[in-house]
């Protein structure tokens, strides 16, 4: 555990967050009361930051205003490669992201040595939209399709992270589109890359998605993306 502990840390990009972020933080420590949290609050109007600074073991860095998930996740791996982590679990903080599978994701990690471990969501018989349902499938099968290697869910938050592979000089998004395009480079790029199975949660009032903006600048950051190997 110790050992583990050292190694990962978990980095949890947060907005307007102050209604469930306590419950995914006591949740972390119930599995792993010791591993180093680091917090992203991307420029929240609510408690956020007050709620996460009742915890004095939890590092938390703010953006003055709303820069977007992907900034707030390029902060999250300076920060951690700053105090030595080798890996990065991260997790959203809107409770859709189960903390009891972080082993599950270690574990994958530790024994095929993998540099990249998305979660990966099952869509029958969910509350999720049919609209989400349908903009995941199709982005998920792009991407497959780009990469060469089959990802099932790439709107998927849930990932683990080896730091040392990641030159965050050559990532230009800073949204939602940010976890499209960290996918299509470092996959394509040939890292070792697996899937880890994990609860469908789904919340309406988690979501910050704009489906028409985020479908057009996707179909911009994939068209893109034939130019950029």
Not at 58 to 83: D, L, P, T
Not at 90 to 119: C, R, T, W
Request: charged share 20%.
């Amino acid at each position: 555990m110790e050992m583990i502990e050292s190694k990962y840390c978990i980095i949890i990009p947060a907005y307007n967050a102050a209604a469930n972020i306590n419950s995914v933080i006591n949740l972390i420590r119930s599995y792993y009361p010791q591993i180093r949290i680091i917090v992203i609050d991307d420029g929240s109007t609510d408690d956020t930051v007050l709620v996460v600074s009742k915890y004095p073991s939890i590092s938390i860095y703010r953006h003055a205003n709303n820069k977007g998930k992907g900034a707030a996740i390029k902060i999250g791996i300076e920060k951690a490669r700053q105090k030595g982590f080798i890996y990065a679990i991260f997790l959203d903080a809107d409770m859709q992201h189960a903390p009891s599978k972080i082993s599950d994701f270690i574990k994958i990690s530790e024994q095929y040595n993998l540099d990249l471990v998305l979660g990966k969501r099952s869509f029958l018989r969910t509350s999720m939209p049919f609209h989400r349902i349908l903009s995941n499938s199709i982005t998920s099968f792009l991407i497959s399709l780009r990469t060469g290697k089959r990802v099932h869910d790439s709107q998927c938050g849930y990932r683990l992270i080896n730091l040392s592979k990641i030159s965050l000089d050559k990532f230009v998004e800073n949204r939602f589109q940010f976890e499209s395009e960290f996918l299509i480079k470092m996959i394509y790029g040939g890292i070792k890359y697996s899937e880890v199975t994990i609860p469908t949660i789904y919340s309406k009032s988690g979501s910050y998605i704009n489906n028409i903006m985020d479908t057009i600048n996707f179909i911009k950051l994939y068209l893109g993306s034939f130019f950029w190997f």
